[in-house]
């Protein structure tokens, strides 16, 4: 599975390789509330195929019109360049448009042709985010011309007078270990807020009726499936399994790592006496600070479908802490803004 950014990017690279031309529109600026963070896409075809999205629906209503009616076109001729929309700039565009109050969009639109150029661009983008590398491509807003920077900046859009650079993230990815019903409920959540998602368990016979479609199920040594896919800083582990040769073994090797998120399941008591254990397997007190045990957001659950909620809330808002400060808060208003209906 992918992310948003990153399904865009293959869908362009896709469209592009066979000889569609392709609009794509950045988020580059908001102020008010807006129901899409800085950095967000949408890429459409001529023939109004869309991928991605900018608002609620209503900027992608308004933004079809005009591919429809010629108008889009006709103001690329123009300008022979990308060009700026601004949405929500008069009181009549933003309830027209039914943007949230006070809520304004400055877009980016490209208009990019089936170059070789481009399709080796769009090609490298998607190759880093596949193998989560961070990534960013820069736009000359004077020849419209793309080029592919590796690494992020510390903002979603950096814009001067000449360029855009536009920062690209992988797909988060967890990994559950234990199988379980509470790990079955949180992979159906996680695989529903676009994580890539693999459960471990290298207890024999317990794989055996556990099944998630979407998810990639492994037998092996949970310190090595840690090791070897989910040490960098787009990676979650989540402890499941209720026992500590499976548990442990995978938190002794996750808390050493960059991984964005590290929970372990369990009662005050079970989490007390698993942090009197870490020290033995080697690990420091700033290490076992990093984890998260109890696990979740202390909601009152008890059925593994509401500890599975309280879970996934304390990843999306560790997640999103951890965005906001890499970001330099971009990340803040989207998690308040009314959806645009």
Partial sequence: MQSGQQHIIVRVFDWLSAG?????????????????????????????????SISGGCIEEDFLGQLRDGTLKAQYEQEGK??????????????????????QLHVLLEYIVPSDENKQVFGELASALDHHRPISREVDLGSGRIRV????????????????????????????LGAGDV?????????????EVTLCDPRPDYLGNWHVEGVQVTAELPDDVVREGFSDPY??????????????MALMEA???????IGAMGSERTSANRRLRLPELGLSPEEIDRL????????GSKTPAEIAISVMAQVTQVRHARDARILGGNCASSLEAPVCR
């Fill in 20 to 52: 569609q031309p392709v609009w794509l529109c950045t988020i580059l600026q908001t102020w008010g509330s807006s129901p899409r963070p800085i950095g967000s896409m949408m890429a459409c075809t001529p023939d109004g195929e869309l991928a991605g």
């Fill in 82 to 103: 990308p060009f700026i929309v601004k949405y929500g700039i008069t009181a009549e565009q933003a309830a027209r448009l039914r943007l949230p109050c006070g809520g």
């Fill in 149 to 176: 920077r590796q690494g992020s900046a510390d903002e979603a859009v950096v814009l001067d007078d000449t360029s855009m650079l536009h920062s690209l993230s992988p797909k988060y990815k967890l990994l559950l």
């Fill in 183 to 195: 790990a079955r409920y949180v992979a159906e959540m996680a695989l529903a807020l676009e994580y």
């Fill in 235 to 248: 990676s979650g582990v989540i402890a499941l399994a209720h026992d500590p040769r499976v548990d442990d």
């Fill in 255 to 261: 808390l050493k790592t960059e991984a964005f998120y």
């Fill in 292 to 299: 998260h045990a109890p696990i979740g957001l202390q909601i």
